[in-house]
């Protein structure tokens, strides 16, 4: 198995866990954050959400862009539809990867690269990224009322 198929398929793997940790944030607390420096809720879950559309054009373009103030939706229902549509089309791009895994790629915020790589690289880099997102998140929910699904095995939150 390739590095990239290796990739595919640790991606597709990942994405229920994301899906449950997102869906269990308590829609009535999204702008909750523990520290006033820390990022909302609502923000964290959006960023997984676009983070996946960004996977998806680095797969396909060799480039993906962080547009800073994207406005984030005011449902939870729309973050999670979001993310389950961006996954989607990230999991199918990452497909294709031994084509592209190892041509140069670069990401840029707004008009200024930040970061150049390989695909490859920048790929792992995104995936890694979004899973300490996703359990920053986690540690969210139960101060905001709800319960922690399991990630990687079973939480304290369920039977």
Do not use: C
Not at 38 to 52: P, R
């Amino acid at each position: 198995m390739s590095n990239a198929e290796f990739f595919a398929k640790r991606l597709a793997a990942e994405l229920p866990s994301f899906s449950k940790v997102i869906r269990a944030l308590p829609s009535s607390r999204l702008d909750y954050r523990p520290h006033e420096r820390s990022t909302s809720a609502n923000q964290l879950a959006w960023q997984l959400a676009y983070e996946m559309s960004d996977l998806a054009d680095l797969f396909e373009k060799g480039s993906a862009t962080y547009v800073p103030g994207q406005p984030v939706p005011a449902s939870l229902d729309e973050i999670a539809d979001a993310f389950d549509r961006n996954s989607a089309h990230a999991v199918e791009a990452a497909k294709a990867g031994d084509a592209r895994w190892n041509e140069p790629a670069k990401f840029l915020v707004g008009e200024q690269v930040v970061w150049e790589d390989t695909v490859g690289e920048m790929a792992w880099g995104f995936l890694l990224d979004m899973i300490h997102h996703r359990g920053q998140l986690s540690t969210y929910i139960r101060p905001m009322g709800g319960k922690v699904p399991s990630i990687y095995g079973p939480s304290g939150d369920e039977q």
